[in-house]
């Protein structure tokens, strides 16, 4: 197989979790709305984008920044969504929600194609530990604020609870993804460093 041959089973992976992801409902079967969000936001960058950078290599090439401006611009799409009125937005309007996905998907394979094609491991394993870092906040955050922060936004009733499951969506899911990814980085360059020595 050549380099930049397109690998199936990612590749297929990665399409068809964003196709269930897109076609679910908003609540993906949760009774609080925000934590089928969560679910899905997941699922979105840090699971079938990686897959798709993974199965598709010339995607990885055409998109790939340098990791810590790939690793801010997720951050500022994340938080900039997570925003109350944001959120609020994509929640109460079709073509705002497509917008919201839209650039969690472009940020999410921003990220992975930065740092997994980053010239030296190590570079991409800080922009993934950084965004592990973001993410953990952020769901540390929705877990331990003292009211619902979306629900006046949204039209609906507080659910605290919903919210709280959804940070920990977002701690149990991402954080651990890209931890465990810049991780596997970092041991790649220390491998590198050994082998030239």
């Known amino acids: 197989m050549t380099p ?10 990665g399409l068809g979790l964003l196709a269930a992801i897109w076609v679910a409902p908003r609540s993906m079967g949760f009774d609080a709305p925000f934590a089928g969000h969560m679910l899905r936001h997941m699922a979105i960058v840090a699971l079938a984008a990686p897959l798709l ?3 598709w290599p010339a995607l990885g090439r055409a998109l790939a920044l340098g990791p810590l401006l790939a690793a801010a611009l997720e951050f500022a ?6 925003l109350p009125r944001a959120h609020g ?20 394979l921003l990220v992975w194609a930065g740092c997994l094609r980053a010239g030296h491991p190590l570079a991409g394993a800080g922009g993934l530990l950084l965004t592990s870092m973001h993410m953990t906040l952020l769901g540390a955050l929705l877990i331990l604020a003292p009211r619902d922060l979306y629900a006046a936004w949204c039209g609906l009733m507080p659910n605290l609870t919903g919210q709280q499951m959804g940070g920990m969506i977002m701690l149990g899911l991402g954080t651990p993804v890209y931890l465990v990814a810049g991780l596997w980085l970092t041991s790649r360059a220390v491998n590198e460093k050994e082998a030239a020595a």
Do not use: K
């Open 4 to 13: 930049g041959a397109l690998r199936p089973v990612p590749l297929t992976l």
């Open 77 to 82: 799409v994340v938080w900039g969504w997570h």
């Open 53 to 55: 950078v993974l199965g």
């Open 89 to 108: 937005l994509s929640y109460g309007s079709a073509p705002w929600f497509v917008a919201e996905q839209a650039s969690f998907l472009i940020a999410g």
